[in-house]
């Protein structure tokens, strides 16, 4: 994984990229807030609490996210992880209309991880146009 790192690393970057640092203390945040909040949709869909069709963009969101990092790292494609960063984007938000009429407080949870996520696509997709070959 180390060799994927330095591909990264030697990619041509916007000056407003940030630092790779900070990458893991802002994803250990968002992961606390993602895991408090899917899974307080997860147990009330289980228990019946709201219709499992809410549930729904949140199991895309987290195939979504899972499969960040090995596109990125993993095959080196800068492409593919710019679709997938969209369909991350895409399904935060569906999953922020499909919750508010039931949990309104995970929708709110949301927003921290809309911000950065919005933020990440903008600069993986400037990454992919930067980079392209």
């Not at 330095?6 to 993602?34: C, M, N």
């Not at 009330?44 to 790292?73: D, E, G, R, Y």
Request: proline share 7%; aromatic share 16%; glycine share 4%.
């Amino acid at each position: 994984m180390n060799t994927a790192y330095t591909w990264y690393a030697q990619l041509i970057k916007p000056s407003w990229a940030p630092p790779s640092w900070l990458f893991g203390p802002v994803w250990t945040v968002l992961y606390l807030g993602i895991a408090l909040s899917f899974g307080t949709v997860f147990y009330a869909a289980w228990q019946k609490h709201i219709p499992s069709s809410v549930a729904l963009p949140f199991v895309l969101n987290l195939l979504c996210n899972a499969a960040f990092t090995p596109l990125q790292f993993g095959l080196r494609n800068n492409l593919l992880a710019s679709i997938d960063i969209v369909l991350i984007l895409g399904t935060i938000v569906w999953a922020m209309v499909a919750v508010a009429p039931h949990i309104r407080w995970v929708m709110y949870a949301q927003i921290p991880y809309l911000a950065w996520v919005s933020f990440a696509t903008v600069l993986q997709l400037t990454i992919t146009v930067l980079n392209w070959k």
